[in-house]
């Protein structure tokens, strides 16, 4: 849905360029949307999912060093392990409401903006 129908627009761009410029030109302006459309142009998503990874990967090693931990542990480390698991959990929490948010405002921009280019 996002590669194929560019391609083509490239490939017919291709066979009415007239020089090596009009080529690399359609090459360029495929890779453009091609990138655009998967959101590889906007570096924000990209960083929060890195980001809820991250608290994923920090809530999940929580747990099993929890779950690990025997009872010659400190009640002080329990409470810290345990503070640590619900940092994370709010963070991914948080984060992925951030992504939520900024999926919401792009496809209301998208729909906006494919909108807005019918009536020009």
């Given at each position: 849905?996002?590669?194929?129908?560019?391609?083509?627009?490239?490939?017919?761009?291709?066979?009415?360029?007239?020089?090596?410029?009009?080529?690399?030109?359609?090459?360029?302006?495929?890779?453009?949307?091609?990138?655009?459309?998967?959101?590889?142009?906007?570096?924000?998503?990209?960083?929060?999912?890195?980001?809820?990874?991250?608290?994923?990967?920090?809530f999940?090693?929580?747990?099993?060093?929890?779950?690990?931990?025997?009872?010659g542990?400190?009640?002080?480390?329990?409470?810290?392990r345990r503070?640590?698991?619900?940092?994370?959990?709010s963070?991914?929490?948080?984060?992925?409401?951030?992504?939520?948010?900024?999926?919401?405002?792009?496809?209301?921009?998208?729909?906006?903006?494919?909108?807005?280019?019918?009536?020009?």
């Amino acid at each position: 849905e996002t590669v194929e129908p560019r391609w083509r627009e490239m490939e017919q761009g291709m066979r009415q360029a007239a020089t090596i410029d009009d080529v690399i030109d359609e090459q360029e302006k495929f890779l453009h949307a091609v990138m655009e459309s998967c959101c590889l142009m906007d570096v924000k998503p990209l960083r929060l999912i890195g980001d809820i990874k991250d608290a994923c990967l920090a809530f999940a090693n929580g747990v099993i060093h929890r779950k690990g931990s025997g009872s010659g542990d400190s009640a002080e480390e329990n409470a810290r392990r345990r503070s640590a698991v619900r940092q994370s959990g709010s963070r991914f929490e948080s984060l992925l409401g951030q992504l939520l948010d900024l999926n919401l405002r792009m496809n209301f921009l998208g729909s906006y903006t494919q909108a807005s280019r019918k009536h020009f």
